[in-house]
């Protein structure tokens, strides 16, 4: 009978210390990669291969995105692109840094990175050598077929994100290529973010999002740059492609241009209203160190940044695109939703849309304009004067 009983306390017990296992797991368990697209700065768009591009600029960089409040915003990467790797690899065939650029070396890097409280990132090619066209017959080294040694100096230096090109690549398949990487990161047991950069050329958002390869973020399209055109035909191949991101798997249409002056800023508006509308990567592409007030703004504007970076994970959908007006709908996780109306012509038009057409029930809704910073009830319904090429966006709740 004693036992019985002993048994039937520890019985009722289990439930009590499955939960308690339960909850240290979840307490110690690592936050997920990419739960919400990543955020951060990356020097290509800025300085491309040119000389600035060296420690000393990476390491000021860092401290600007502490000093100016983005890494509060969310801002968190700090990822060095193509032409930071010596031309040859060391005697024992690892990567070193260009001892010009980088001559504390990327681990010193790493280290002052994190020292800041940021995640470092590197950038390699799943080719024989990267993107940057050779000089003197040499080429920067590229990953293919040195995917563990890589995969394992990124690690012992401390890399969190390995943007992954596809340049100098054998025409050996896509798929083959990214799988070696991933496989080669996972193995380090290091979280490392895997985002790959085959511009779209192989349908990435088909299979770089699941296994074997489960990147966290794939390229949907070629390079952008700092033109309105070049903005528009990027925003446009990204849009239609909403139903495959997802948290952990986000779709890439490549890295922001705000602030590098090509654009104006009711574009750079557009610009950032229409990648935080997709869940795509901020990824911060002008230099920090000279950035202009107005563009700061932009890139501060922490109610356009948090439906990029809405738990719910879902990527707008666009509900029109008619006449150069695109109506943009993304649900966000309080049960709200974002809308952006984005005028991509070279007129002014007055645009209205209806409560239905962007799935919204008759009622009373609280209207949040994010570039005004203010709210009005009303039925949900938006009549809107917009300038040529600019964007409206709002955030509707019910009540
Ligand atoms: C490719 C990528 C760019 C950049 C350059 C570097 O073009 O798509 O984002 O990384 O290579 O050479």
């Not at 060391?90 to 001892?99: I, S, T, V």
């Not at 029930?361 to 209207?367: A, F, L, Q, T």
């Not at 910073?373 to 966006?393: E, F, N, T």
Request: some cysteine; charged content about 25%.
């Amino acid at each position: 009978m004693k036992r019985l009983n002993l048994l039937i306390a520890k019985l009722a017990l289990l439930p009590v210390l499955c939960l308690g296992v339960s909850l240290q797991a979840a307490a110690s368990a690592p936050a997920r990669l990419g739960a919400t697209p990543q955020m951060g700065f990356n020097n290509w768009n800025s300085t491309h291969c040119r000389d600035e591009f060296n420690e000393q600029m990476i390491r000021g960089i860092a401290d600007k995105i502490v000093s100016l409040g983005l890494r509060d915003a969310g801002y968190r990467y700090v990822n060095v692109d193509d032409c930071w790797a010596n031309w040859q690899r060391d005697k024992d065939g690892k990567l070193q840094a260009n001892p010009k650029r980088f001559p504390s070396g990327m681990k010193a890097l790493a280290d002052y990175i994190h020292s800041r409280g940021l995640k470092f990132g590197v950038y390699s090619s799943a080719g024989t050598s990267t993107c940057e066209p050779l000089q003197e017959n040499r080429g920067f080294p590229g990953g293919l077929g040195h995917e563990k040694e890589d995969a394992a100096s990124f690690a012992a230096w401390g890399v969190d994100y390995l943007k992954y090109d596809n340049c100098n690549n054998q025409k050996i398949p896509a798929l083959q290529r990214y799988t070696a990487m991933a496989d080669a990161l996972r193995a380090t047991g290091r979280p490392i973010f895997f985002s790959v950069c085959e511009w779209g050329e192989n349908k990435p958002w088909l299979w770089a999002g699941k296994p074997p390869v489960d990147a966290q973020s794939w390229r949907t399209t070629g390079d952008i740059s700092d033109s309105y055109a070049s903005m528009l035909k990027v925003f446009k191949q990204d849009v239609v492609l909403d139903r495959y991101a997802r948290p952990g798997h986000w779709n890439d249409p490549d890295m922001l241009e705000v602030g590098n002056g090509g654009m104006t800023d009711v574009e750079y508006r557009s610009h950032f209203s229409l990648w935080s509308i997709m869940a795509a990567p901020l990824l911060i592409g002008t230099d920090l160190r000279t950035i202009k007030p107005e563009a700061l703004k932009i890139l501060l504007n922490k109610e356009v940044i948090a439906v990029d970076q809405d738990p719910l994970g879902v990527q707008g959908h666009q509900v029109r695109d008619a006449g150069g007006i695109h109506v943009i709908v993304k649900p966000l996780k309080d049960g709200s939703r974002a809308v952006v109306v984005f005028n991509e012509t070279d007129g002014a038009q007055d645009v209205d849309v209806a409560p239905a057409e962007i799935g919204l029930k008759p009622g009373r809704y609280e209207m949040r304009d994010l570039w005004l910073h203010s709210g009005r009830s009303g039925d949900g319904s938006i009549a809107v004067k917009l300038q040529p090429h600019a964007s409206a966006m709002y955030r509707i709740r019910a009540g």
